[in-house]
């Protein structure tokens, strides 16, 4: 009767309960991995040998060696490749994990340390956007740029800490650019600075500079 009075039936009740206690539960995983911490994301369709995915190998083994945790989705593609790198150089508690979704017909990757799974993708995004210290996004399709626009909304109205998030691939997000800069921008729609929430390129060195520079400012902060 409680329930009901609020439009809430049993079903969707235990629904929010389960969310709840797996969020609990991902939060208690991620507390254990050391940090600082940054999550990278991509698309699944990407081949071990393209230069993307050879991209996020390196780029998550200079991570997990210089003692900074790659969180993923553990799935196949850039995911894949980044938890891949990152257990090449597992260095004490720095290490890569997985964070799946139920009922996609992936599983884990076979390079992934620690995995578990969440019913709903807006719960792994929670995770992972409360839990980061930089973002690091690959070409990928709808669910990356979902990832990629939550992550901007929440800088952009300051509901989370402004940090690094670049972008890997001019080619690959020039026309994302072009039609931020020429509609979104000219219409009104954004502003101009919040171009500045996030950076493109190609060097993986320059990523790794400017993540790591707000990895050091974390740490005297959280000392």
């Not at 409680?2 to 797996?22: A, N, P, R, Y």
């Not at 994990?97 to 009922?103: A, F, M, S, Y």
């Not at 509901?159 to 890997?168: D, E």
Request: with cysteine.
């Amino acid at each position: 009767m409680f329930l009901h009075k609020f439009g809430i039936c049993c079903s969707e009740f235990f629904g929010l309960l389960k969310v709840l206690f797996q969020i609990i539960y991902g939060s208690w995983k991620l507390a254990g991995l050391s940090k600082p911490r940054i999550t990278i994301f991509g698309g699944v369709r990407l081949g071990q040998k393209t230069k993307f995915a050879q991209d996020a190998f390196e780029l998550a083994q200079k991570f997990v060696h210089n003692g900074v945790s790659v969180i993923t989705g553990g799935g196949s593609g850039v995911m894949h490749a980044a938890n891949c790198g990152g257990i090449s150089k597992a260095n004490g508690n720095a290490k890569s994990i997985g964070i799946g979704v139920k009922d996609l017909n992936e599983g884990p990757n076979p390079c992934v340390q620690e995995y578990f799974e969440l019913e709903y993708f807006f719960a792994r995004k929670w995770l992972m956007t409360r839990h980061s210290q930089a973002f690091v996004v690959f070409p990928g399709g709808f669910g990356t740029m979902d990832e990629l626009m939550d992550v901007l909304t929440l800088m952009q109205t300051k509901k989370i800490k402004r940090v690094p998030i670049v972008l890997v691939g001019r080619n690959y997000w020039n026309y994302f650019m072009m039609w931020l800069n020429n509609s979104a921008v000219v219409d009104g729609l954004i502003l101009k600075e919040d171009l500045e929430l996030f950076s493109v390129t190609d060097n993986i060195e320059e990523i790794f500079t400017i993540v790591c520079k707000e990895c050091e400012i974390f740490l005297s902060i959280d000392k």
